[in-house]
């Protein structure tokens, strides 16, 4: 089936420090990737998006690159803000299994102080 | 437009009552999504709604969930009866198509507690 695997929280940085938070998935067929962001007391919202291998996704300063070859949709920003701090989910949607539906990681929260 | 729409906000209520949530989707969304989110188990897919016909509901925990799509604008969740490990925030989503580049629009989520 299919899974996504984030790296574990939470990730405390201080501002205008660089952000990497790492995503690698499993599917059996050949996903869309996703980057959610769930500020506090909110529910998700897209963040960025990549639909085929090489495609970089980017919004607001975060960037995040689909890696066929090492099954990876890594976010990365390259000074984070206090207004950055949140939750972020990696996330992938593959048609090829009969489903449309999204499957997540778990999510990764991000603390950034001033 | 509004945004999915979802109600009410918070809920507390005892274990063994009946609770019933509400999501309106975003007009012209023809996919709808329950999640529920939980510290220990993330996010987890309940039930996925196409043009208001449940496509998968294998993520329904067990017999006491039920969701219904009556219509294209409305859609319920509910939990009868509850339980204090049902306590969670749960979140419906819409999708304007179905297809591999979708985007999902989230509610702001009910925080479920039971007690």
């Known amino acids: 089936g299919n899974s996504v695997t984030q790296m574990e929280g939470p990730v405390t940085l201080s501002e205008e420090a660089f952000l990497t938070i790492n995503c690698t998935y499993t599917a059996t067929g050949y996903p869309s990737l996703f980057w959610y962001v769930q500020y506090p007391g909110e529910g998700l919202q897209l963040l960025l998006k990549a639909t085929k291998a090489d495609d970089k996704g980017s919004n607001k300063g975060f960037e995040a690159t689909y890696r066929k070859e090492t099954t990876s949709f890594h976010l990365e920003k390259g000074s984070v803000q206090v207004s950055d701090s949140a939750v972020y989910f990696c996330?992938?949607?593959?048609?090829?299994?009969?489903?449309?539906?999204?499957?997540f990681g778990k999510g990764t929260k991000l603390s950034v102080i001033p | 437009d509004a945004g999915v729409i979802q109600s009410p906000r918070h809920e507390v209520t005892e274990m063994g009552q009946e609770v019933t949530l509400r999501c309106k989707p975003i007009s012209g969304h023809n996919s709808l999504f329950w999640y529920r989110q939980t510290m220990m188990r993330g996010l987890e897919l309940l039930i996925y709604?196409?043009?208001?016909?449940?496509?998968?509901d294998s993520g329904m925990p067990e017999d006491r969930f039920s969701a219904k799509m009556p219509n294209a604008s409305f859609s319920t969740l509910k939990i009868q009866p509850s339980e204090p490990r049902d306590s969670a925030v749960y979140f419906c989503a819409s999708s304007p198509r179905g297809g591999l580049d979708y985007e999902a629009f989230f509610g702001q989520g009910t925080r479920l507690t039971v007690v």
């Open positions: 709604f196409n043009n208001n016909v449940p496509i998968d």
């Open positions: 996330a992938l949607s593959d048609g090829g299994a009969g489903s449309y539906q999204l499957t």
